[in-house]
């Protein structure tokens, strides 16, 4: 399982794989727990879940309820691309319970740790600027 951690003060991204035998944590937490951090190597950080995906990509969605997927009428929102004003469309989802068969979760840091994220996680970073120098 992937976990993303998203820290809005410095507006940057880490990426975390997590093991098997660790992913037993996040089983059967829903989107808006909280989340410490020690679980995923952020020792000190509390996390929230924000979203995730599955195996076949489809998007959890707060307001559909279990570890689901299922078919919904959406008008806007996560798993949704507006096509219109007042168009509505049936599209897959997945519910707001986090189980074995999401592949990617999304948290956003809620309290900070003593150390920065940069220094727990350094890989993550160096990919990160290694990005921004292609772009260039």
């Known amino acids: 399982m992937k976990i993303v951690i998203s820290e809005k003060k410095t507006g940057k991204s880490y990426g975390i794989d997590l093991a098997k035998d660790k ?18 190597g952020a020792d000190g950080y509390e ?27 959406l008008s806007s929102g996560t798993g949704f691309r507006k096509m219109g004003k007042g168009v509505r469309a049936k599209r897959n989802v997945r519910g707001n319970i986090i189980s074995d068969q999401i592949v990617q979760v999304n948290t956003q840091v809620v309290t900070m740790g003593s150390k920065p994220l940069e220094e727990l996680f350094p890989k993550a970073a160096a990919g990160a600027e290694k990005k921004d120098e292609k772009k260039r």
């Open 47 to 73: 996390l929230e879940i924000t979203g995730g995906s599955d195996s076949s990509g489809f998007p959890m969605r707060r307001d559909v309820s279990g570890p689901r997927r299922a078919g919904v009428i």
């Open 23 to 40: 992913d037993s944590a996040l089983i059967g937490k829903k989107i808006g727990d909280k989340l410490e951090g020690g679980a995923v």
